[in-house]
């Protein structure tokens, strides 16, 4: 019997987050262990007039290239990816981790490559959906991997990540679309700003964080499961970074996990990098392409329905009271328009101390917003 909240998760995808109109072309981009959703979601998009097809994705077949291609074959794109991210009107696509460090003994060199592979599409895909003629919404589905990384059964993640998306509601569209709202006072504020500064202070292990960062010029977009799902954020681009950041959890990127990451940017770019764990597959994955130690979008979490680190960034950059950046791959439609195969986002958190200016006015304080109405207030 399938469970009746993946149905509903569905019609959430394809009817509120992408809004799939009668001939649209809908990729649905999963591991075929996520086939319970695909079909849901299948069903969804032909009832809204869509037309849907199967994208499959594989570890295996990652694996495979991995262990057998050249440095060519790795970094190779495939013109078939690149012409499906021309025609696609929209896609849904679904993290299914059944090995979620299946890459953690490979070259860290070889990741980079593979993630150069993407690049080309991924300009597409970016510049099509800043312009709006691709639309695209991402989810999880949950497996005992994800659920181990979590430290909890798999019930109990799969709780987890349904309560996060709200599906527990009668009407989670409804509420997500009120959430918006709230989310939107924020964008309308930040908006009028010039700089942002977070600041958290010194602990034991670290010296703290002291960033500014420029948004004169940059949108302040409002993020509220039209892209991400679960979701809340609000995030922009940045058009100048200086100072320096210690991050509070491990930064985890293709299975990949880094501890005590502490940047240090300069006019934008990453000048100084280390972490206490992981700091080669970090200094890797930092010099891939010109464009991987930009920062690339800066972002405040603010789902206050997920409280605890779960090791899945999905979820880990929208804790209510903390603060996301992402280096590499900027989104232009936030005035970011950076190029990298890269897009890794690091968390820090803000709820013992930390603080957020805007222009030199506090309106963040200890992981809350000071306004009435806004999130979490």
């Known amino acids: 019997m399938q469970d009746p909240r993946l149905t509903k998760l569905a019609d959430v995808l394809v009817n509120y987050s992408v809004k799939v109109k009668k001939g649209d072309l809908v990729a649905v981009a999963a591991e075929p262990h996520a086939m319970p959703l695909t079909l849901a979601v299948t069903a969804a998009v032909l009832k809204a007039g869509g037309n849907p097809f199967w994208l499959p994705r594989s570890e295996e077949f990652t694996e495979a290239l991995l262990t057998h291609g050249t440095d060519d074959q790795i970094r190779f794109c495939s013109p078939l990816m690149s012409h499906m991210v021309e025609k696609i009107d929209c896609q849904i696509g679904f993290w299914c981790q059944l090995n979620t460090r299946f890459m953690s003994h490979f070259d860290s060199a070889k990741a980079a490559l593979l993630q150069q592979a993407r690049r080309p599409w991924f300009k597409t895909f970016m510049e099509r959906s800043a312009a709006g003629s691709l639309r695209w919404v991402g989810t999880a589905y949950p497996t005992n991997a994800s659920a181990q990384d979590a430290e909890m ?19 989670p569209a409804a509420e997500w679309a009120n959430i918006h709202t709230r989310q939107q006072q924020v964008c309308d504020y930040l908006n009028t700003k010039k700089s942002v500064r977070y600041s958290v202070p010194p602990a034991a292990g670290h010296d703290g964080t002291d960033l500014t960062v420029s948004v004169d010029g940059s949108t302040w977009i409002n993020c509220a499961g039209d892209s991400n799902f679960p979701d809340g954020e609000v995030f922009a681009g940045p058009k100048g970074v200086d100072g320096h950041v210690n991050y509070t959890f491990p930064a985890v990127y293709n ?3 880094v501890e005590g990451v502490r940047l240090a940017f300069k006019a934008g770019r990453v000048v100084e990098a280390s972490a206490k764990k992981g700091e080669d597959f970090l200094l890797k994955m930092l010099d891939q392409d010109a464009g991987a130690r930009v920062m690339g979008e800066i972002a405040i979490g603010t789902n206050y329905g997920i409280k605890d680190f ?21 989104y232009p439609e936030s005035g970011n328009s950076n190029e990298s195969g890269l897009h890794w986002d690091m968390v820090c958190d803000l709820r013992s101390g930390g603080s957020i200016f805007a222009d030199g006015e506090e309106f963040h304080r200890d992981g809350k917003f000071l306004r009435a109405g806004w999130p979490g207030a």
Do not use: C, M, P, W
């Open 153 to 171: 059964s798999l019930t109990q993640y799969e709780d987890f990540v349904f309560r996060a998306g709200l599906l527990h509601l009668d009407n």
């Open 255 to 257: 299975g990949r996990e």
């Open 310 to 330: 779960s090791r899945n960034t999905l979820f880990d950059e929208k804790i209510g009271g903390t603060f996301h950046a992402a280096v590499g791959a900027g």
